[in-house]
């Protein structure tokens, strides 16, 4: 969509990757996402570390993971036993 009021024009493309080059070009795709998350993370370093601290200054604790994705920190917070007794 194009928008002729903005100073910076945005175009939507759409893919056919059905094609004889599709797998090609997705893999390509693919492997230009993961080079921009590289270099994203070396230029702002690892700004999980602070979110991380947050939560662990709240009562949430590191937990197995339940996902396989690299990296994934799976946090849990105990529910507090006397905050929830009715008595």
């Known amino acids: 969509m194009d928008r002729e ?5 945005i175009s939507v493309r759409r893919a056919d990757l059905s094609g004889p080059d599709g797998e ?3 893999q390509f795709v693919e492997a230009y996402l993961r080079q921009t998350e590289v270099e994203k993370a070396a230029h702002l ?3 999980r570390d602070d979110a991380i ?3 662990r ?3 949430f604790e590191t937990v ?3 996902e396989e994705r690299p990296r994934l920190v799976c946090m849990q917070l ?7 007794f009715d008595g």
Do not use: F, K, N
């Open 5 to 9: 009021d903005s100073a910076y024009p």
């Open 57 to 59: 200054a709240r009562g």
């Open 24 to 26: 090609r070009v997705s």
């Open 78 to 84: 105990e529910p507090d036993l006397l905050s929830d």
């Open 45 to 47: 370093g690892d700004t």
């Open 64 to 66: 197995t993971s339940w």
């Open 53 to 55: 601290r947050l939560y």
